[in-house]
């Protein structure tokens, strides 16, 4: 089992940043990669940014550019750092660990966090 802590959401201006963490503990040894999703009133959730076991990352076109995600490998903690965040923005922000079988994959959530970008 893996267990996902996360914190750092609230609200913020347009144009303004905020930075996300998420601290994992468990079975971290078995996760292959971790990453950020969101969820707006009335909309599916959505992949923002995952970050591999290798450091390679990916980001949803919406947000590249403004959204840096990393990782503190020591701390087991990954970080989601936004930068010129817009209305659009606002949603609940969930950590996400994944562990990849053979033909399975096994998702991990955090609580949520919630992120509001309004004047």
């Known amino acids: 089992q893996v267990q996902l802590v996360e914190s750092g959401g609230g609200l913020v201006q347009p144009g303004g940043s905020l930075r996300l963490s998420c601290a994992a503990s468990?079975?971290?040894?078995?996760?292959?990669?971790m990453g950020w999703y969101r969820q707006a009133p009335g909309k599916q959730r959505e992949l923002v940014a995952v970050i591999a076991s290798g450091s390679s990352t990916n980001y949803a076109d919406s947000v590249k550019g403004r959204f840096t995600i990393s990782r503190d490998n020591a701390k087991n903690t990954v970080y989601l750092q936004m930068n010129s965040l817009k209305p659009e923005d606002t949603a609940v922000y969930y950590c996400?660990?994944?562990?990849?079988?053979?033909?399975?994959?096994?998702?991990?959530w955090g609580q949520g966090t919630q992120v509001t970008v309004s004047s």
């Open positions: 468990g079975s971290i040894f078995s996760i292959n990669a």
């Open positions: 996400n660990a994944a562990r990849l079988s053979p033909g399975v994959r096994y998702d991990y």
